[in-house]
């Protein structure tokens, strides 16, 4: 079946459907432009802040942290941080249906 998702914000002039398995959210700039989505110019947002990327084997949306300035997913009412690590940047934390990140 199909997979996409919906990501909107504050900072997103309008919403972004996202039909890739995998996109880095990020701080785009004239001499920075990794990031697939840029969500905003407030350099509290890293270049490369987060990873959102589809898991077959848990059947979700994972969040994947890429910036030590963080990012937190609301879960049960309330928002959790999500790890960063140096070395790995790999640890997938599940999305729920739908899900908020604060970045």
Known sequence: PPIFAFITGPTLNQPYRMEELQLVLGRVTPKHREADLHIGDNKGISHLHARVEYS??????????????????????????????????????????PASLEI
């Open 56 to 97: 077959p084997s848990r059947g979700c949306y994972c969040v994947v942290n890429l910036s030590s300035k963080g990012v937190s997913v609301l879960h049960d009412n309330h928002f959790t941080h999500v790890p960063f690590s140096y070395t790995t940047r790999t640890e997938q934390i599940p999305l729920g249906n």
